[in-house]
């Protein structure tokens, strides 16, 4: 425990790049007779707001200078904020160089991040990293036992109660919060500037890895009502995601995740218009088609039932009979590109129907991140479907040109499938899917099973894609015996001629990729 609690604010050094809401803290500072010490652009606000304010320059005695990059850090600035007003030598020193105490610090630092935004100019970039102000904010934040730091306009507020209740002072209590939050942000500053030099220079894996985001949203909760959670943008541009919520209750933790699977197998579907729909971050029903209402409706007969409550993502403009179908069932999130007027006038009828434009939403991270207890793994994403040097067709029937792409849109969406994973196509849309089993036979079992529940008329001639190796040819039997006539898969099994003599007696087409799609 710190033996001084509440401390008399003397001195203020206010240096903030954003101006906004400086009047209410003038007003506060001025009742309570505080000092305030400031320099360019803030000192010239402070003066036209008509409060009294020293020049940082007059100040210290010395004029900044290299164009500003050298006037907070100066020997009478940084003693005024570390010193221990507890230490007896500390304050001899201070007497001697007649340095008084600076007791409250009230900084933003240079936009670096809304420059990285709207400039590819590196110098106007590296010009923009703010130096004197984080190495004041972390000197404040470490001398908190006497010094208070505000570095978030929406802190203000919190600062004029501080003052208001202890009549000029700020509590242990108050400085120690205000610390954190300080060390926060210099922390998640420099993670920026890292991360903008890393991309810059292509190293995706550095020896020192930071991950900053900033608190978008507090969730309701997380998988579970008994879990807490919270969402965190990881990006310059901080404040969105990206994608617009147009009506509907509050997005949940679950929604989140089920949405950004959505996403990411929505932006691999480029040729036409596509619809995926998601539960619990699995496929149950993806489709392309030249008409969106046909894609729509082919997506959501691949599984009707495991459809319930799901979330639905398009890649086209939702529409008034698009909307009419949607509405015919339960779903608790649709995104799209786009909705015209009619079509929210028919699915606002849902008041807890979450809508989400995702017109402006861009994927852009290369990388994926699962953390642990006291670690996390970083990897490249999965980006290749197949490689054509790679492919080959394995069986002694050969494959048509129709065959090719369908292969390729089948194995596609293996991949975003939980592993073991067996998707059943036909004609660009999916009819049976068996997700997150230990066994690659049991996912077979499943995606027959789906399919012969929903789209019997369809298994017959229909593709197999397998996201792994078949170990035994009892898998592609199950296959078979359906009424799939292609099957893709990576091969590679010390059985591979085993699993090529059942397909070759059983007269099918089979390729091997030579590329594994594992997603746990």
Known sequence: KYLIMNLKVKNALISVSNKENLISLLKVLKKFNVRIISSGGTYASIKKLGYDCTEL?????FKEMLDGRVKTLHPKIHAGILHDRQNKRHKSEMSKKNFPSIDLII?????????????????????????????????????????????????????????????????????????????????????????????KLKIEFPERKTIFGRKLQKLRYGENPHQQSSIYV??????????????????????????????????????????????????????????????????????????????????????RKIASEINRNFLVVILAKGFDKESLNILKRKKNLRIID???????????????????????????????KKLKCVTKLKPSKKDLAEIHFAFNISKYVKSNAIVLCNNFSTIGIGAGQPSRLDSCKIAVQKAKQFQSSKIRNSIAASDAFFPFSDGINILIEAGVKTIIQPGG???????????????????????RHFNH
């Open 57 to 61: 320059s007059k100040y210290t005695g």
């Open 107 to 199: 900084v933003n630092f240079y936009p670096f991040q809304k420059i990285v935004i709207n400039s590819e100019k590196p110098k106007q970039i590296i010009d923009n990293i703010d130096i004197g102000g984080p190495t004041m904010v972390r000197a404040a934040a470490k001398n908190f036992k006497n010094v208070s730091i505000v570095t978030n306009r929406n802190d203000y507020r919190s600062l004029i109660k501080e003052l208001e209740t202890f009549k000029g002072k700020t509590s242990l209590k108050f400085r120690e919060l205000m610390a954190a939050k300080a060390f926060g942000l210099t922390a998640y500053y420099d993670a920026m500037i890292t991360n903008w030099f890393n991309k």
């Open 234 to 319: 990881s990006d310059y541009d901080d404040k969105k995601l990206g994608f617009n919520q147009i009506h509907g209750k509050e997005l949940s933790y679950n929604n989140y995740n089920d949405m950004f699977a959505s996403l990411e197998i929505l932006n691999s579907l480029k040729k036409n218009s596509g619809t995926v729909i998601i539960k619990h971050t699995n496929p149950c029903g993806v489709s392309e088609n030249k008409a969106p209402l046909v894609s729509f409706k082919n997506a959501y007969a691949s599984d009707p039932v495991s459809a319930f409550g799901g979330v639905i993502a398009c890649n086209y403009k939702i529409n």
């Open 358 to 388: 995702i017109s402006n939403y861009k994927i852009k991270n290369h990388t994926s991140i699962k953390s642990f207890d006291g670690s996390f793994l970083v990897q490249s994403k999965d980006n290749i479907v197949i490689d054509k």
């Open 493 to 515: 099994s010390i059985r591979d001629q085993e699993v090529i003599n059942a397909a070759d007696k059983a007269k099918i087409k089979m390729f091997f990729t030579g590329i």
